[in-house]
T-cell receptor, first 114, second 111 residues
Framework: KAGVTQTPRYLIKTRGQQVTLSCSPI?????VSWYQQTPGQGLQFLFE???????NKGNFPGRFSGRQFSNSRSEMNVSTLELGDSALYLC?????????????FGEGSRLTVL | GENVEQHPSTLSVQEGDSAVIKCTYS??????FPWYKQELGKRPQLIID???NVGEKKDQRIAVTLNKTAKHFSLHITETQPEDSAVYFC??????????WGAGTKLIIKP
C-alpha cells in the first residue's frame, strides 16, 4: 500500500509570493490534516479535511487555506508569503471518521521563503 | 479548549537506562492519547496509543500509563538503545476533535 505522498518536497519562494502544496493520502483514507513544523516549535495544526469538508481549523491567519477533492487528495495554499512561513509542512491521513486513530504522515514539503 | 503540556523538553539518559516522558492535559473529555516518534529528518510515526478505558498498555520496551483523575499520561521506555534517540510527541483528543499536541521531548541516548 502506497504511503502518504507530498509534493513538492522542497521549494524556495520569495516574500509576497504564494505557494500550493499537495498531499495524496493513503488509499481509502478520507481524513487529511496539515501541520507546520519549525525547529523547536513542534507540530502546529493547520486544518483537517474529511470528505471534502474542513472539519477542524487551527490558529493560523487566513493566508493559510486548504481544500480536499473528491478523491481525498488535498492541497494547502499560503498566500502573501512571509519569512516566518519557512517551515516543513506535513500532511497526515487517517482512516477513521472520529479523529481517534493513527495518523500516517508524509515526508513533508520544506518551504524556504527568501 | 484542550491544552497539552509535555515535560521535559530534553531528556538525556545513559544507554540501557529507562526514560520517562510525561504529559498533562486539561480537557477531562479527552479519550485518546497517542505517542509519536520522530527521528531526525524523518516523519513522525505512531509508536503506542492508549484510550481512556485502559490504565496501561505495553509493547515490548515501550509502555504508556494513563491517570484520568490527575489528567496525565506518561511514556516509559526501558533498556534504552541508540535507536531510541528521537523527538517524542504526545497528543490528546476527544471524538470528532483534532489531536492537541505536546511540544515534544528530545530524547538523547548517551553511549
Amino acid at each position: 500500500k502506497a504511503g502518504v505522498t507530498q509534493t513538492p518536497r522542497y521549494l524556495i519562494k520569495t516574500r509576497g509570493q504564494q505557494v500550493t502544496l499537495s498531499c495524496s493520502p493513503i488509499s481509502g483514507h478520507r481524513s487529511v490534516s496539515w501541520y507546520q513544523q519549525t525547529p523547536g516549535q513542534g507540530l502546529q495544526f493547520l486544518f483537517e479535511y474529511f470528505s471534502e469538508t474542513q472539519r477542524n481549523k487551527g490558529n493560523f491567519p487566513g493566508r493559510f487555506s486548504g481544500r480536499q477533492f473528491s478523491n481525498s487528495r488535498s492541497e494547502m495554499n499560503v498566500s502573501t508569503l512571509e519569512l516566518g512561513d519557512s517551515a516543513l509542512y506535513l500532511c497526515a491521513s487517517s482512516a477513521p471518521a472520529t479523529n481517534t486513530g493513527e495518523l500516517f504522515f508524509g515526508e513533508g514539503s520544506r518551504l524556504t521563503v527568501l | 479548549g484542550e491544552n497539552v503540556e509535555q515535560h521535559p523538553s530534553t531528556l538525556s539518559v545513559q544507554e540501557g537506562d529507562s526514560a520517562v516522558i510525561k504529559c498533562t492535559y486539561s480537557d477531562s473529555a479527552s479519550n485518546y492519547f497517542p505517542w509519536y516518534k520522530q527521528e531526525l529528518g524523518k516523519r513522525p510515526q505512531l509508536i503506542i496509543d492508549i484510550r481512556s478505558n485502559v490504565g496501561e498498555k505495553k509493547d515490548q520496551r515501550i509502555a504508556v500509563t494513563l491517570n484520568k483523575t490527575a489528567k496525565h499520561f506518561s511514556l516509559h521506555i526501558t533498556e534504552t538503545q541508540p535507536e531510541d534517540s528521537a523527538v517524542y510527541f504526545c497528543a490528546a483528543s476527544k471524538r470528532n476533535y483534532q489531536l492537541i499536541w505536546g511540544a515534544g521531548t528530545k530524547l538523547i541516548i548517551k553511549p
